[in-house]
């Protein structure tokens, strides 16, 4: 491949990212309900967890009761959610 050759498609590479990106961030109006229940799930579960902290029932039982409250709905075992300690 000639010098230009390389530049061009170093300098097009980029654009062809976006475009993908771009492409594979829209959604059916079937998947963006799909997400809708899925964060409202996640936030019951949160919300869940704070009364469960505001109870005194301690960190580790409403860990373990986030977790559960959140198979399958998020990535990681904190609920699509991890903060300081």
Known sequence: ???VSRLRALALAPLFLLAAAVQAQQHSDEDTKADIQRHRAMAAAH???AK???SGKG???C???LQ???KGLAIGKFCG???QH
């Open 63 to 65: 860990e373990r009761e």
């Open 81 to 83: 959610m991890k903060h």
């Open 1 to 3: 491949m000639a010098p």
């Open 52 to 54: 469960c902290l505001e």
């Open 59 to 61: 960190n580790d039982t």
């Open 47 to 49: 919300e869940a967890a």
């Open 68 to 70: 559960a409250a959140c």
